[in-house]
């Protein structure tokens, strides 16, 4: 019995996203050539197709560009692949070619290129690619329509948007949310008055109109949108009732959010769960968080990252271990919040063999240099547990270096006696164009104390007070008073206190006086 084309087309269509379908596939591919099928365009579409469903974008281009025949149907079909593996730069040159080529877009050429161009946000693009579907008929398309929409709305340009919306022959519940979503990205009151509107036609909003409006509500507002999502029936919904937590916590209304675990008989859904017990961690009500978040059957990584957290921030640094050792023995992948508040216990405890395998964790899971936030916490905990090498070596690697990380270093190189290179650290990072802000000055102030460096005290404290336009604060007027009278230069010590704009607090008059009674 002969294999036909049709037999490679439906084999082809069962292929799905495994390595031992992709494996399939290459062997099906090479008996098809075999049987003379290879230039045969329908089965080529449906091979194109399998290949993206296996997720192997590289046999889809080679495929691609060895076709000699190519219909709008391949090149949609690798259009949207390249959308999808979030290459929109790659798909909007495909796109070019294609035009260049003689075909015809159609619905889904449009729909594939304008979601590339709000990938973008390339406007002058995106209103080239909406001319050529004017000419091309399909501006009344609500496919096409909803695409522009989007794109607009993502450029926040919300009158063409509108106008693209308004030229939707047969809107439906897609294009409305795509309009809603839009401004209520930009938290605008319009969105709600779409809402109305949409009701008001007889559509009837789901669950991502509402977390959408929800998104943009107001207070006087909000009580009245809860009533119309209990009456459609939409309460329960996951999606939601997530939205509807945040909205009230947004809105300052945390006993209202807390209500909702008590009025739920069942345990609250993981999202809507994450964010109650996140605000209990932000309200200090941690055994309240972990309390919650136990009753989950299938916690995220989201959830296990709040108790971590809530365990080290009411001080029981070990069952913060001890939950962290369960998560890596449950497969649980770590990421860059997990790490920081483990880390964040190893550094309070002076843990340095922790906080090193814990570093060691990091690399192994490529977060390392690539995480400013994850780099400055690492930096802060072996200048603190005494390895200011390691310190030193983690702010070399970070790739992205921020003000935090800048002071972190500043700090540890002065808690560590490296009073000079701390100065040194400063200096460099105003070099590299960064402006110090409150903390990074209190840091080098404090080096400066700890190492006895007063003249470079004074140099850069009227440098900072004169020229960096920063208010100085009492902290550090309160340094510098102490820095001066420890090292027996009362009179200097006095005119600070003397130049102070507000008056000097407590902590100051002591260090003066300290100093002042050793004379």
Known sequence: MSLSEGSFVAVLSGLVYSEEDLEYGEQI?????????????????????????????????????????????????????????????????????????????????????????????????????????????????????TALIDFYAQCSKFILAHKCFDQIEEKNL?????????????????????LQEMLQLGYSPNEFSFSAVLKSSSLSSLHQLHGLIIRAGYESNEYVLSSLVLSYTRNGLINEAFSFVEEFENPLPVVSSNIIAGIYNRTCQYYEAIKLLSLLEKPDIVSWNIVI????????????????????????????????????????LCRLDLGSSLHGLVIKTNLGNFDTFLGNALIDMYGKCGSID?????????????????????????LNGLAYESVMKFRNMKMMG??????????????????????????????????????????????????????????????????????????????????????
């Open 174 to 194: 897609v294009s409305w949310n795509a309009l809603i979503v839009g401004y209520s990205n930009i938290c605008s009151s319009t969105a709600i008055l779409l």
């Open 434 to 519: 960064l402006k110090p802000d409150a903390l990074a000055l209190r840091a080098v102030l404090s080096s400066c104390r700890y190492g006895g460096l007063v003249e470079e005290a004074m140099e850069i404290f009227r440098q900072m007070g004169t020229s960096n336009g920063m208010p100085l604060e009492h902290d550090h007027y309160h340094i510098m008073v102490d820095l001066l009278a420890k090292n027996g230069q009362i009179r200097e010590a006095e005119k600070i206190i003397a130049s102070m704009p507000f008056p000097p607090n407590a902590n100051i008059w002591r260090s003066f006086l300290e100093g002042y009674s050793r004379q």
């Open 309 to 348: 957290s809530a365990w080290t921030r009411s001080n029981d640094y070990d069952k913060a271990f001890t939950l962290f050792k369960h998560m890596h023995s449950a497969c649980i992948r770590p990421d860059s919040y997990t790490f920081m508040s483990v880390l964040s216990g190893c550094t309070k």
């Open 390 to 414: 390691s310190s030193v070596k983690v702010f070399e690697e970070i790739m992205h270096k921020n003000i935090i990380t800048w002071t972190t270093l500043i700090t540890a190189l002065g």
């Open 29 to 145: 591919h090479g008996l098809m050539v075999k049987c003379g099928f290879g230039c045969e365009i329908t089965a080529l579409n449906t091979l194109i197709s399998a290949y993206v469903r296996c997720k192997a974008m590289f046999a889809v281009e080679r495929l691609f560009e060895q076709v000699p025949v190519q219909n709008v149907v391949s090149w949609n079909t690798v259009m949207d692949a390249l959308v999808t593996s979030e290459r929109p730069m790659a798909a909007l040159e495909l796109f070019l070619n294609m035009v260049s080529s003689g075909l015809m877009p159609t619905q889904a050429t449009f729909v594939a290129v304008i979601q590339s161009c709000s990938s973008l946000r390339i406007l002058v693009f995106g209103e080239s690619v909406h001319a050529k579907v004017v000419r091309s008929g399909f501006e009344t398309d609500v496919v096409v329509g």
